[in-house]
């Protein structure tokens, strides 16, 4: 009796583990996933005129990649590709969001959009097919309208600008 309810036990634990794992399971091995992923760069024409440098970098010993945006030389955003053997020939990769500072880190549909097109970016370069641009519109719509305050206070500073360097020049021309 007693092994029985061990058994049981052990079954309802080994399932909610399994149940619980976080990521997504890609057929490619280990090694192969970490170079893919190491080297996997974002599309420049996903942000805008807004767009964060970033830069991949991946933690020596370990296979944890780090996705790292700046904008005027500081870090805003700081997310890992956590990499783990599955089985023999598949990669489980989690994505997540481990620092975020400056006004960016106040906005959390910029940071879920950040998440989704790095997943995406990922998927895609595991999977052997284009990035797809559809997984993130809605991702990218809300960060959009999040975004909106910081992106009209842009809009006015270049206008502003255009219309200092125009009076300028025809003070110029007379």
């Known amino acids: 009796m007693k092994m029985r ?3 049981a036990i052990a079954f309802v634990a080994v399932l909610t583990t399994a149940c619980t794992k976080d990521g997504k399971v890609y057929q490619v091995p280990l090694a192969d996933a970490r170079r893919a992923v190491g080297a996997a760069v ?5 942000f805008g005129v807004q767009t964060p440098d970033w830069y991949v970098s991946g933690v020596a010993g370990t ?10 030389g500081r870090e805003v955003f700081r997310y890992l590709a956590s990499l783990t053997q599955e089985s023999q ?12 500072s400056g006004p960016e880190a106040e906005n959390s549909a910029l940071k879920k959009f950040y998440l989704v097109a790095i997943t995406e970016r990922i998927a895609s370069t ?14 990218k719509a809300a960060a ?3 975004n909106m305050g910081a992106i009209r206070a842009s809009m006015e500073e270049a206008a502003a600008a255009s219309e200092r360097l125009e009076s300028s020049s025809a003070y110029r021309r007379r």
Request: glycine share 6%; charged share 20%.
């Open 144 to 146: 959009a309208i999040g």
């Open 63 to 72: 296979s944890d990649v780090f996705w790292i945006g700046r904008k005027n």
């Open 126 to 139: 595991l999977e052997n097919r284009p990035f797809d641009m559809q997984r993130i519109q809605s991702a």
């Open 5 to 7: 309810q061990f058994i």
């Open 42 to 46: 974002l599309p420049p024409s996903l």
């Open 89 to 100: 020939g598949s990669t489980r990769v989690n994505v997540e969001l481990k620092n975020a």
